[in-house]
């Protein structure tokens, strides 16, 4: 069966830390275009990050987020460092397979069902 299940996400203080993982079955995450997006409340869904050949960062996240993955786990990481209130959203990891990075969440024919991650001032 070909899915994405997330998990890692709760609340947080400001300042502090939280890793998203999503696990891929029923292909090889190397074989695609893995991202994260996120979506709060009344907002539409947004780009954070995306890993191929290479990775692309959202400005908002740069510096503080950082994809990678697990190849031996078929697993795609989202680490969050330094949480800001304005992450507050739930996120949703997604896959496409042509390896070329997108930021458009209709490039990405795979999702799963999310995970909410709440940042508390």
């Known amino acids: 069966q070909v899915q994405l299940v997330e998990s890692g996400g709760g609340s947080v203080q400001a300042g502090g830390s939280l890793r998203l993982s999503c696990a891929a079955s029923?292909?090889?995450?190397?074989?695609?275009?893995m991202g994260w997006f996120r979506q709060a409340p009344g907002k539409e869904r947004e780009f954070v990050a995306a890993i191929s050949w290479n990775t692309q960062y959202d400005d908002s996240v740069k510096g503080r987020f950082t994809i990678s993955v697990d190849n031996a786990k078929n697993t795609v990481y989202l680490q969050m460092n330094t949480l800001k209130p304005e992450d507050t959203a739930v996120y949703y990891c997604?896959?496409?397979?042509?390896?070329?990075?997108?930021?458009?969440?209709?490039?990405?024919?795979?999702w799963g069902q999310g995970t909410q991650v709440t940042v508390s001032s």
């Open positions: 997604a896959a496409k397979q042509i390896r070329l990075i997108s930021t458009t969440p209709a490039s990405y024919n795979l």
């Open positions: 029923g292909f090889p995450v190397t074989s695609s275009t």
